[in-house]
């Protein structure tokens, strides 16, 4: 088991600090003390995997899960799973949940005062296929009120878990999406200093996903930490 | 490297919705070797309140050390029926707990001169909840170990913090363990930069 090759750490700024006063949950949740560096071991690049069991039609339809169909915009939320270094990443767990159009989630917390629909649950899940491509039908959550600050609305989003290859990929994330007016003003949105990491949180419209007649198209890739270099690479470049 | 990964976000109040249908609390079925040990913990934050809506995600070696996964090359036995996951969430009182074996010793760094090591028994996890904008690892080590003192993890570890890491004995008759993931305060648990 000699030369474990580890994930790369994320870029400085790409990740959220865990102490985000703005977002005022964080002020009793994050650690104070410093988190010890840790090189990565057998513990670190192996995790779960899911087999096909993890996925079937109704689960990655969300307007299919109940006898009749949600209200709501259609959409197809599409995309792939990567690496940093552009490689697509096959057959990888993607859990989502979301509020429904009108902002409502169907959990008993959620006490915001908009109707739940009775056909739709806000989750689903799926794997990425072969390609690393993976295709999610759903409808557009809308924008909801929270109690962080006076007058607080989080902007439309839906929530992605990702395990990934290893323990070291787990990440769980949030699609928003493009022209949203509430973007600007969101703690939680705005919590990762650079600009560019941030924006890769908005999904882009697109023609090429969207169905005539039927639902809009959006197109969110999730990107995963690369490997570290190993002088083994070489010998792997064909695979790109 | 072109791209960066991506963002962390918080799970939000509700992750329950998107999570319950994989969660796992019973990890090692009849049939799979190992020491059965239950694990009973509490999540508190910074006023020592309980934090009713956290997820704690583990991931495990079998009992003789080795993972459910591909880039495991060890020649060490699966165990059918064991793959090392479990996720669960805490209840009202910020309590969790689950059912799994005591895994075996995995392979840890290679020493300054090339040897081989071994890392104490462990399992590596993740804590998610709201008001965490990404998540936090830790690991769970057990207890009257006597390769925990040789562990390259723990030694990176201040020595008057390393408890923090490895459970304790609440019950010797049931093995019964209790690890709690503490977020502030003198008694933080140790988290770790992955």
């Known amino acids: ?240 | 490297m072109s791209l960066p990964a991506a963002t962390s976000q918080t799970v939000g109040p509700f992750f329950s919705i998107g999570f319950t249908w994989q969660n796992v609390d019973h990890l090692a079925p009849a049939g799979v070797s190992g020491e059965r040990v239950k694990i009973v913990g509490c999540v508190l934050d910074g006023d020592g309140q309980p934090v009713p809506d956290g997820i704690v995600e583990i991931w495990q070696a079998n009992s003789h050390g080795k993972y459910a996964h591909p880039e495991d090359t060890q020649e060490k036995p699966f165990e059918k029926g064991f793959t090392g996951y479990g996720r669960v969430p805490t209840d009202e009182e910020g309590r969790f707990s689950f059912t799994t074996i005591k895994p075996g010793p995995a392979p840890g760094p290679d020493g300054p001169g090339g040897e081989k090591t071994l890392q104490a028994p462990h399992i590596v996890v993740s804590v998610f909840m709201r008001g965490l904008l990404r998540r936090l690892v830790t690991r769970i080590y057990f207890p009257d170990e006597p390769a925990n003192t040789s562990d390259f993890a723990l030694n990176k570890v201040d020595p008057s913090r390393r408890n923090t890491l490895i459970a304790k004995r609440i019950d010797s008759g049931s093995g019964s363990l209790q690890w709690d993931v503490i977020l502030q305060g003198p008694n933080e648990t140790v988290f770790f930069d992955v």
Request: charged share 20%; proline share 9%.
């Open chain 1, 1 to 240: 088991m000699a030369n474990i090759v580890g994930y790369r750490r994320p870029r400085e700024g790409t990740q959220p600090p865990h102490l985000h006063p703005a977002y005022r949950s964080s002020i009793k949740r994050a650690p104070q003390k410093p988190l010890v560096y840790l090189p990565h071991t057998l513990s670190e690049i192996t995790g779960p995997l899911f087999g096909p069991e993890a996925s079937n039609v109704k689960a990655c339809d969300l307007t299919r899960q109940h006898s009749g169909e949600p209200l709501g915009e259609r959409i197809i939320v599409s995309g792939r799973v990567l690496d940093e270094d552009g490689r697509s990443i096959p057959h990888m767990l993607i859990e989502i949940w979301q509020a429904n159009a009108a902002g409502r989630y169907l959990h008993k917390q959620d006490q915001h005062d908009a109707p739940l629909d009775p056909n739709f649950a806000g989750s689903g899940h799926t794997l990425s296929d072969a390609e690393g491509r993976y295709r999610f039908v759903t409808v557009k959550p809308g924008a909801y009120p929270w109690k962080n600050h006076h007058n607080a609305w989080r902007p439309a989003h839906i929530h992605f878990s990702i395990f990934g290859p290893a323990f070291a990929t787990r990440v769980v994330t949030q699609m928003y999406f493009p022209g949203d007016a509430l973007l600007p003003f969101d703690p939680i949105f705005n919590c990762t200093a650079d600009e560019e990491a941030r924006n890769r949180l908005i999904s882009l419209f697109d023609w090429e996903t969207t169905i005539p007649e039927q639902a809009l198209g959006y197109r969110f890739d999730i990107i995963l930490n690369g490997r570290e270099a190993t002088p083994m690479e070489s010998n792997h470049g064909g695979k790109r």
